[in-house]
């Protein structure tokens, strides 16, 4: 198992410098971080990647789309653009020096159709089938993240994402399932989880506050559980925001400190994830 950590920790804007960040994660003895792809260019890209392996970190990353770029839409047009900059995020991902790129990647965040679910979800796996060359030249697995009615319509289950993933015929598509969004929308987190199975590409976590895992009513012995059943061996990143008051944390509606001090909170999460899933 390696275990990370997500850099929006400590990002007040998503366009801020993840560079200084990675002295801390590896100081901490992370074995890796998440990075967020928005706002990022090619250049920051190159750069990124040189600091994130001369720190000896691993990493992965992390994305959404655009309402200008919806693979879902309608517009033939806008779901062309939604497949270009998913190309070019499976390109910087690889150039970053990551396998694994994951998140809300199968429709805008906040955005919402209930009435054509079906066929966005037609669209979305379509789309993702189109992206099997460009994912096995890059040697990068996508992952389709699960998260709450909040955020989105499309995709809200761990049965969901891992249909999804199984609708594209790639074999580089899979399931990113998180803690957070498990403990809204399962009746069984243990039975998501291993329903998921082999769909199961990478996985978050933080608690359901989206602070320190173990510090709220997450039922860990039972995801722990069900990960060792299903042989899952990948990343386990804490993907939490803990911050109230900058731009990023009221991006997730982080409107109190979850938690008093990000890297206290980094440091009890790599303990509380080595003592659990080890």
Request: aromatic share 8%; glycine share 10%; net charge negative.
């Amino acid at each position: 198992m390696k275990y990370g950590i997500h850099a929006g920790l400590w990002q007040a804007r998503w366009t801020d410098e993840i560079t200084p960040i990675l002295r801390v994660v590896a100081d901490l003895g992370f074995d890796g971080v998440e990075v967020s792809l928005l706002g990022m260019t090619d250049e920051k890209a190159d750069a990124l990647g040189r600091a994130v392996r001369d720190h000896g970190l691993g990493v992965t990353c992390s994305d959404g789309l655009a309402p200008d770029k919806d693979i879902t839409s309608a517009d033939a047009d806008v779901r062309a653009a939604g497949l270009a900059y998913l190309r070019w995020a499976i390109a910087t991902t690889a150039k970053i020096g990551s396998r694994g790129l994951a998140g809300v990647v199968y429709a805008p965040w906040g955005v919402y159709d209930p009435a054509n679910k079906a066929v966005r979800a037609e669209r979305s796996a379509q789309a993702f089938a189109a992206l099997d060359g460009d994912l096995a030249a890059h040697d990068v697995t996508l992952g389709i993240e699960a998260i709450n009615r909040f955020e989105t319509d499309l995709v809200n289950t761990a049965a969901e994402a891992a249909d999804m993933a199984r609708a594209s015929g790639s074999t580089r598509v899979g399931a990113l399932l998180d803690t957070f969004h498990l403990n809204i929308e399962e009746k069984d987190i243990g039975a998501a989880i291993a329903g998921a199975g082999d769909q199961l590409v990478h996985f978050h976590v933080s608690d359901n506050d989206r602070g320190v895992p173990g510090s709220g009513h997450v039922p860990w012995a039972e995801v722990a559980d069900a990960l060792r059943g299903i042989g899952y061996d990948k990343w386990i990143v804490a993907e939490m925001f803990v911050i109230a008051g900058n731009p990023a944390s009221a991006d997730l509606n982080i409107w109190r400190n979850i938690e008093p001090d990000a890297t206290d909170a980094a440091a009890r999460a790599l303990d509380f994830m080595r003592k659990t899933f080890e």
